[in-house]
């Protein structure tokens, strides 16, 4: 670990400058490889910063780079002081900063404290009942009446996220450690004010290193509802999704705390991912009065394709009219109140392009073009993932071996030992699988697509020669130079910062329409969300300026296949 150096870009952060801010997302190990090793690292970006600059956004999410064994590729972190040598060294995040910043843009770090690697030297010294660090993690004795790693054993019924029970016995120790995530992601106990400290002095040395605010991997999770106790189970299932480690009691205190400790005065970008999270707790969470986070990633919206209570594997379509209602009470719950985070794309979603949109070479340009408009057309702060500048698609994954995803492979080993059906699990990966966001960037048409002179850690999509970032940089009419006018648009305009939305014509089943109005000044948003012809209804043919549109020629009473306009009402 180098010295400390004088990088708080402070100055340079006027307050809720991200209220009009673009980010984009950064998945190191699939941006770009700079030293032929397959795996994208921090160097590679460097390479990329003038993409950025030519894109417009503002600042730089860049998923975890720290040292870890990469059993969750990055989420499960062995030190969040230094970074993998698989990515680079602490020199390369300085350049990375100031490449950054000598730009315009900010950095934004992943901060991931509900849980810790098992490799971390904290959870090693919890280990032993008698350390200092003892109880630094939720550590519990079996099941009364079951002996101590037998199956049942474990201390409450909840599952992980990635298949299996939450409790893990450690032999070493004696009593189970709960991990919400893999086995090698044991979860800290923020009940420690010691834990919360150590935590709260990490993010101050990164601020003071220069990075300009955090997103909070599954934040509201930290705060656990005590005792620890079985959750609700349903008909076929041994382990419960309902523990009560959600938005927990403390939550609020304890984002408060590490407000005051390490945000207040420095204007950072800071936004919660929250699973399970409400509008009611987010408006709360988002409340400048409170002092706790500038705003959530929110997963409702994320949910509308799957068959409800089965979980994301259990396919269903997509209904125009729930999407629309979804955001709209959100666009509504946190007017006035909190702010907003847009997202259509992650590192843990689909693209987008494939899932909602229509990604046949006749419309996956103005499908890609649409999609965006809807999201950042609404109030809050535009999330754009690496690739979704340009339209990349789905994997297109057909077998098992090709998958990387803990998650996916996990969910394969115990649902075919269950029976399952093969060929349907390989369906449901193929569209929501993790990996499709994980494939690398594509930056040109040859044969490793300008990602890596090695052997890529996971295939590469085969349409690179139609979709990569020097084709798209090269045709006016590309699904890049659209994000770059969009970008444009929120920078110059303060209805598309401040305007309140409003829904048009809910129900109908291939338009989104919607207005965004400040004082005197109203934008409307027409877009039709389908493959066919949609006719626009008599009442919303209203006269005003085009801003931007997807389509050279246009019909004044109906809108073609994938289609929107952004209309400057006079």
């Known amino acids: 670990m180098t010295a400390q150096r004088p990088g708080n870009n402070l100055a340079n952060r006027p307050d809720d400058w991200w209220k009009s801010a673009v980010v984009y997302q950064i998945y190191p190990r699939s941006f770009c490889d700079s030293d032929g090793d397959g795996i994208g690292d921090i160097r590679g970006i460097i390479s990329r910063l003038d993409h950025l600059a030519a894109l417009g956004v503002d600042a730089v999410w860049m998923s975890p780079a720290y040292k870890s064994p990469q059993d969750d590729n990055g989420y499960d972190i062995s030190d969040y ?15 990375l900063i100031d490449g950054l910043h000598s730009r315009g843009m900010k950095l934004v770090m992943d ?5 810790t690697s098992d490799e971390h030297p904290w959870f090693q010294e919890s280990r032993d009942r008698t350390s200092a660090k003892a109880d630094w993690y939720w550590w519990a004795d079996a099941r009364e009446g079951f002996e101590p790693g037998a199956p049942g054993a474990e201390p409450t019924n909840w599952a992980s996220a990635f298949s299996g029970p939450a409790w893990h016995y450690d032999e070493q120790r004696g009593q189970y450690y709960l991990h919400l995530f893999s086995r090698k992601q044991p979860d800290l106990n923020w009940e420690n004010p010691e834990v919360r400290q150590a935590v709260y002095d990490m993010m ?18 930290i705060s656990k509802e005590l005792p620890l106790a079985d959750g609700v189970t349903v008909p076929g299932q041994a382990l419960s999704f309902t523990g009560s480690y959600v938005d927990g009691p403390r939550m609020d205190e304890f984002l408060h705390e590490m407000n005051q400790q390490v945000l207040a005065g420095q204007n ?5 991912e929250c699973p399970g999270v409400s509008v009611e707790q987010a408006s709360k969470y988002t409340d400048p009065a409170r002092a706790e986070v500038g705003m959530v990633f929110q997963f409702e919206h994320m949910g509308l394709d799957e068959q409800p209570g089965m979980g994301k594997w259990a396919l ?3 209904h125009l009219p729930d999407l629309k209602a ?7 719950g946190l007017e006035g109140r909190g702010w907003n985070s847009l997202y259509w794309d992650n590192h843990d979603q689909p693209r987008i392009v494939s899932r909602w949109g229509d990604d046949s070479p006749q419309h996956r340009v103005n499908s890609a073009k649409t999609l965006a408009t809807v999201l950042h057309l609404q109030k809050g702060t535009p999330y754009i993932y690496q690739g979704e500048e340009i339209g990349m698609t789905n994997a297109g994954f057909t077998s098992i071996e090709q998958y990387r995803d803990i998650e996916v492979l996990n969910h394969w080993a115990e649902a075919t030992a269950l029976g399952a059906d093969g060929e349907q699990l390989l369906e449901s990966y193929r569209v929501k699988s993790r990996d499709n966001a994980r494939t690398p960037v594509l930056w040109d048409s040859s044969e490793k697509a300008g990602f890596t002179t090695g052997e890529p850690w996971i295939e590469i999509n085969q349409n690179r020669d139609v979709i990569n970032v020097e084709a798209a940089v090269a045709d006016p009419n590309s699904v890049f130079h659209h994000y770059r006018k969009l970008i444009a648009l929120r920078h110059e305009l303060d209805v598309v910062r401040d305007g309140v939305f409003a829904l048009l014509e809910p129900e109908h089943e291939q338009l989104f329409a919607f207005t965004r109005s400040l004082a005197d000044e109203s934008l409307l948003v027409l877009a039709n969300m389908s493959s066919t012809d949609c006719e ?13 549109g997807t389509h050279d020629e246009r019909a004044e009473d109906r809108l073609a296949p994938w289609e929107s306009r952004i209309i400057r009402l006079g």
């Open 326 to 332: 979804n955001l709209a009470k959100w666009q509504h």
């Open 268 to 272: 950072l970008l800071t936004v919660g």
């Open 81 to 95: 002081q230094d970074i993998d040598p698989l990515f680079g060294s602490l020199a390369d995040l300085d350049e």
């Open 536 to 548: 626009i209804p008599g009442d919303l043919r209203r006269a005003g300026e085009l801003l931007l």
């Open 111 to 115: 901060l991931v404290v509900n849980h």
């Open 204 to 221: 101050s040395w990164w601020v003071e290193r220069g990075v300009d605010g955090f997103r909070m991997d599954v934040i509201n999770l």
């Open 316 to 318: 269903k379509p997509l």
